[in-house]
T-cell receptor, first 114, second 114 residues
Framework: KAGVTQTPRYLIKTRGQQVTLSCSPISGHRSVSWYQQTPGQGLQFLFEYFSETQRNKGNFPGRFSGRQFSNSRSEMNVSTLELGDSALYLC?????????????FGPGTRLLVL | GNSVTQMEGPVTLSEEAFLTINCTYTATGYPSLFWYVQYPGEGLQLLLKATKADDKGSNKGFEATYRKETTSFHLEKGSVQVSDSAVYFCALSGGSSNTGKLIFGQGTTLQVKP
C-alpha cells in the first residue's frame, strides 16, 4: 500500500502571500490530520478532517484553514503568511481518527517564509 | 489539559550501549501512548504503541511499558546502533475523549557514535 504523500515537499513564499499544501492519505483511510513542526514550539496539532468535515481544531489563528475532498485527500491553506509560519507541515492519516488507532505520517512540506 | 514531558536531549551514546528515554504524561481517562521516530529530512514513523495500562509495545529491539501508576511510558533498547540516531517523540491520544489527536512531547535527539 502506498504511504501518505504530501506535495509540494518544499516551498518558499514571501510575507503576505498565501499557500496551499496537499495531502493524499493511505488508501481506505478517512481521517486526515495536520500538524505544524517548528524548533521552538515542537509538534502542534492544527486540525483533523473526517468525511469532508472538520472534526477537531487546534489553537491556531483563522489564517490556517483546510478542507477534505470526497476521496479523502486534504488540503490546508495559510493566508497572509507571516515569518513565524515557516515550519515543517506534516499530514497524517488513519482509518477513522479515533483513539488507539495509529496515525501514519507523510514526509512533510517544508515551508520557508521570507 | 493533556500533556507529555520527555527528557531533554541530546542523548549521546556509544554503539551497543543501553538506551532509556524517559516520558511521562498527564491525562484524564485512559489515553493511548505512542513512540514515534523522525530521521533527518523525513516525517514521523511509528516505533511502537500501547493502548492500555501494563501493555508493552515493542519493535526493532525497542520497548516501552504503559505504567498508569507512574503515568510513564519510558523507551528502552538494550543495544543501540549508529542507525538508531534520530529524534524520538513520545505522544498520547484520547484520554477523556475518543479523539485520535496526538499530543507530543518536545522530542529527544539520540546520537549514537561508533
Amino acid at each position: 500500500k502506498a504511504g501518505v504523500t504530501q506535495t509540494p515537499r518544499y516551498l518558499i513564499k514571501t510575507r503576505g502571500q498565501q499557500v496551499t499544501l496537499s495531502c493524499s492519505p493511505i488508501s481506505g483511510h478517512r481521517s486526515v490530520s495536520w500538524y505544524q513542526q517548528t524548533p521552538g514550539q515542537g509538534l502542534q496539532f492544527l486540525f483533523e478532517y473526517f468525511s469532508e468535515t472538520q472534526r477537531n481544531k487546534g489553537n491556531f489563528p483563522g489564517r490556517f484553514s483546510g478542507r477534505q475532498f470526497s476521496n479523502s485527500r486534504s488540503e490546508m491553506n495559510v493566508s497572509t503568511l507571516e515569518l513565524g509560519d515557516s515550519a515543517l507541515y506534516l499530514c497524517a492519516s488513519s482509518l477513522s481518527g479515533v483513539n488507539q488507532e495509529t496515525q501514519y505520517f507523510g514526509p512533510g512540506t517544508r515551508l520557508l517564509v521570507l | 489539559g493533556n500533556s507529555v514531558t520527555q527528557m531533554e536531549g541530546p542523548v549521546t551514546l556509544s554503539e551497543e550501549a543501553f538506551l532509556t528515554i524517559n516520558c511521562t504524561y498527564t491525562a484524564t481517562g485512559y489515553p493511548s501512548l505512542f513512540w514515534y521516530v523522525q530521521y533527518p529530512g523525513e516525517g514521523l514513523q511509528l516505533l511502537l504503541k500501547a493502548t492500555k495500562a501494563d501493555d508493552k509495545g515493542s519493535n526493532k529491539g525497542f520497548e516501552a511499558t504503559y505504567r498508569k501508576e507512574t503515568t510513564s511510558f519510558h523507551l528502552e533498547k538494550g543495544s543501540v546502533q549508529v542507525s538508531d540516531s534520530a529524534v524520538y517523540f513520545c505522544a498520547l491520544s484520547g484520554g477523556s475523549s475518543n479523539t485520535g489527536k496526538l499530543i507530543f512531547g518536545q522530542g529527544t535527539t539520540l546520537q549514537v557514535k561508533p
